[in-house]
């Protein structure tokens, strides 16, 4: 081929775009953000929130997530104590998408627990996949590899926490991802964006300067199931003992 | 024992070395070029995530046009409720801010989605009774959603006196 | 409602259908029947050998259905071979693929071919048409059936059966390990659930021998050999002590423990279990058929008697065996994972995971059985010649 002068000045430019555009796809090549410089967890406050909701829908809208199924979901807790004995109820109203109704029951404690994928260090989901669809990404989020993943719901059953469902026009697991997507172009995710409290945030505990980060080194926190020693990364400010 | 004795097995052999030598093959050309890069996955898994369509833009997104809104918002109480709570996902209009309108927001259904009372919530947190507390009012006719706080009990010109006086009498009754 | 209480949003609907009850149960009969089938060639149990080929036989038509159940429940079966191509080794359910293969070919098929590799020969020479090529192609072109290469045959085979039984011991332990090693649910987390897989596994492959030994036999006009049954009912009944014992074992330890799942466990055998579990699975399908077995051992009943009891020991032992499956796979879907509710189980008809296909493919072997008994006779008055293991090295 015969090349010009002026093909080429119009040739390169577009090779460029081109080849930013391949290169954005490539994890590593992407601007500004690098793999190894995060590990991601996440913060809720169980005193900030009010169960409006809002998580719930903004997940849902923001990753598609399909009627019926939750990558997140507020649950209530309401206990009663007479005369030393606990009785315990919990509901989640369509995952708590649509809020609570109210109850006028006196003497009751009563708040509300947002749950989502622990992103569990380590995760006995990823430990039973059979063929490596679902992982743990270098930068610390649990994902699944839809092209992969061949549907088998393993993941499903090993999942302490029943943040796991099965797609059910995809056939795939699926569950919350951090918002990946979101998280690796310097936004923060999904349902933390749309917490009108701050009850939930997102935490980098590779970043020395992040406040979340820094909230968990000098507050109180806890997180659900530690007997099951999951490495669990979703941590919470003012968790009852009674949460399940 | 004679070879041709067992002369049947070396034939088996060949029969289950045929089929491993066919299970290599197979192999080497279905694994995926990116399996093994990072973990035992497949290393564009990463990258297909990344590529998913973002639908919430983000606060920064917004201020950054919208500063009138962001000078109102920062002094009052809803200073930390980002946009797009209120505003659902507009990661369209930020990329075509002429052509994508946001909806306007109906008041009397969005405010009570945090502010509606329920024993549950955190005592400290403003929530009403709706049905007693405006008289059929949206929220917007008294409150303004970027800096909720009413500054003095003056009704806005848009309220009928009428209405004010029937929510004051109503808010009195409480009392 | 379908739920009590509360469960987590995303466990309301079960995950594992009753093709995952299935699939235990299939390949608990593999390896059951190839225990029995071990214990003449390897123990020496003279007695039982009219049920050894029978056994064999059994053994392939329901290690050919196993993987059906799966492939029907994976929500990307054209996806399966990647079980062989990246298997996750933490994963147990990655060996499926592997185990299954090799107790395949290297276990199963070997030993059918070396057993009846007389048989197929003659067939191949005495044959004609379509049956011809058939066996043609099984003997792999070799004639060769002297008294020397039947010598080989029965040495190797000897060793197979050998490596057979500790693989048959891991293609269904496995299993047992897959449900047994999940933390997240306590009614599976057990190191038992391994070791109750396979004793019910020789349970139900047993009893199945010897319902298939005595019906084929009936259909066929042949006299049951009583001192095989009554070996075969010996070692169920052995097999079924052993079970029972670990099944009591594992309840009373819950019982003792009372760890933080009790409650909503026991809660749940007590209402939607109790049918499948203390019914069906505890009371008719092991101390029914223990009853019925021990009776048979502590007194002398007439051969009638005796038949009629191992037919029916055999029914119940089936019922309760595939009971047990289904307890441990529905019932530990059953309870929500904050032991605060229950959901239930709707099993559909003709969908994909329905029972529809569940009764097809519990039908399906029986259908490969009738086919590989015409192909392989198990039996001597046939077609062919006496068979007789070449003397000496057995």
């Known amino acids: 081929m015969n090349l010009t002068r002026r093909h080429f000045l119009v040739l390169l430019p577009a090779a460029a775009l081109a080849w930013e555009s391949i290169l954005a796809g490539t994890p590593e090549a992407a601007p500004n953000y690098q793999i190894s410089e995060h590990w991601w967890g996440m913060l809720v406050d169980i005193e900030k929130c009010i169960g409006c909701g809002n998580c719930v829908r903004a997940c849902a809208r923001e990753n598609n997530v399909p009627e019926g199924y939750y990558r997140t979901w507020v649950e209530r807790y309401r206990i009663k104590e007479v005369n030393g004995v606990e009785t315990l109820e919990v509901d989640s109203p369509d995952g708590g998408m649509h ?144 949460v399940r | 024992m004679k070879f041709k004795d067992a002369a049947h097995l070396f034939r088996m052999a060949a029969v289950f070395a045929a089929g491993i030598l066919i299970f290599v093959m197979v192999r080497s050309f279905f694994v995926p070029r990116t399996f093994g890069q990072y973990g035992h996955y497949r290393g564009d898994a990463l990258a297909d995530v990344r590529a998913l369509p973002v639908h919430y833009a983000g606060h920064q997104a917004c201020e950054a046009c919208h500063t009138d809104v962001l000078d109102v918002k920062v002094k009052g109480r809803h200073a930390r409720v980002n946009c797009e709570a209120c505003h659902g996902p507009l990661a369209t209009h930020t990329e075509d801010p002429g052509g994508v309108t946001p909806e306007k927001l109906d008041t009397a259904r969005l405010c009570v989605k945090c502010h509606e009372a329920n024993t549950a919530k955190p005592k400290g947190f403003p929530q009403v009774v709706s049905a007693d507390h405006s008289a059929g009012l949206a929220c917007n006719e008294c409150h303004q959603p970027h800096s909720p706080a009413i500054v003095t009990e003056a009704p806005t010109a848009t309220v009928l006196p009428e209405k004010h006086a029937a929510v004051v009498s109503a808010k009195g009754a409480k009392k | 409602m379908p739920t009590d209480g509360f469960m987590y949003p995303n466990e309301i609907e079960l995950q594992w259908s009753v093709l995952i009850v299935l699939y235990p149960f299939l390949t608990g009969l593999v390896a059951g ?59 147990a359910m990655a060996m499926f693929g592997f185990v299954y293969l090799w107790y395949l070919m290297a276990v199963l098929v070997m030993e059918i071919w070396l057993d009846y590799r007389r048989d197929i020969v003659l067939l191949s020479q005495t044959t004609t048409g379509v049956k011809r090529l058939i066996y043609r192609v099984l003997t792999l072109g070799s004639s060769n059936i002297s008294d020397g290469a039947l010598a080989v045959d029965n040495r190797v085979g000897w060793i197979i059966t050998v490596i057979g039984i500790p693989s048959a011991f891991l293609l269904h332990g496995y299993v047992g390990f897959i449900f047994g090693s999940i933390k997240a649910n306590p009614w599976w987390s057990t190191p038992l659930m391994p070791v109750v897989f396979i004793f019910s596994a020789m349970v139900s492959g047993i009893a199945m021998v010897l319902l298939l030994y005595m019906g084929l036999n009936r259909l066929r006009g042949k006299p049951i050999d009583m001192r095989c049954v009554d070996t075969v009912a010996k070692y169920l009944f052995y097999a079924f002590i052993i079970d029972f014992s670990l099944e009591m074992l594992d309840l009373i330890h819950r019982i003792y423990e009372s760890d933080e799942s009790f409650r909503s466990l026991d809660f749940m055998v007590h209402s939607r279990l109790f049918l499948s579990q203390v019914v069906i699975q505890i009371f008719l399908g092991t101390v029914a058929p223990i009853l019925l077995l021990g009776l048979t051992q502590v007194s002398r009943l007439s051969e009638i008697a005796r038949k009629r009891i191992y037919a029916l020991a055999g029914c119940l032992t089936m019922m309760g065996i595939f009971a047990m499956r289904w307890n441990v796979v529905i019932g530990g879907q059953l309870f ?49 010649e006496p068979i007789a293991r070449s003397a000496g090295v057995h």
């Open chain 1, 99 to 242: 809020g609570f109704p109210s109850s006028d029951e006196p003497g009751v404690k009563q708040f509300f627990v947002p749950k989502m994928c622990n992103h569990c260090a380590d995760s006995p989901c990823t430990q039973v996949c059979p063929v490596g669809a679902t992982f743990i990404s270098p930068d610390g989020v649990v994902l699944v590899d839809e092209k992969y993943c061949l549907g088998c719901r393993y993941c499903v059953q090993a999942c302490p926490y029943g943040c796991r469902f099965l797609h059910p026009q995809k056939n795939v697991a699926q569950k919350c991802t951090l918002c990946y997507h979101r998280i690796s172009k310097g936004l923060t995710t999904a349902c933390c964006e749309n917490c009108p409290t701050g009850a939930r945030q997102l935490a980098d505990l590779k970043d020395p300067k992040d406040p979340i980060h820094e909230y968990l080194r000098t507050h109180s926190v806890q997180v659900l199931k530690p007997h099951m020693a999951t490495g669990a990364k979703l941590f919470y400010h003012n968790l009852d003992g009674a």
């Open chain 3, 33 to 91: 029947a190839f225990i029995l089938a071990s214990l003449e060639r390897v123990f020496r149990v003279d007695a039982v050998k009219p049920t050894y080929r029978l056994a064999l036989l059994t053994a392939l038509a329901f290690l050919l259905v196993a993987p059906l159940p799966l492939q029907l429940h994976l929500g990307h079966p054209e996806r399966s071979l990647e079980m062989y191509l990246t298997p996750h080794r933490s994963s």
């Open chain 3, 336 to 384: 929500s994972k904050s032991f605060l509710g229950y959901t239930t189980y709707k099993m559909g008809f003709a969908t994909r995971e329905g029972l529809l296909p569940a009764v097809v493919l519990t039908v399906l072997p029986f259908i490969i059985l009738f086919v590989l008994v015409k192909l392989l006779p198990p039996w001597a008055d046939e077609k062919t």
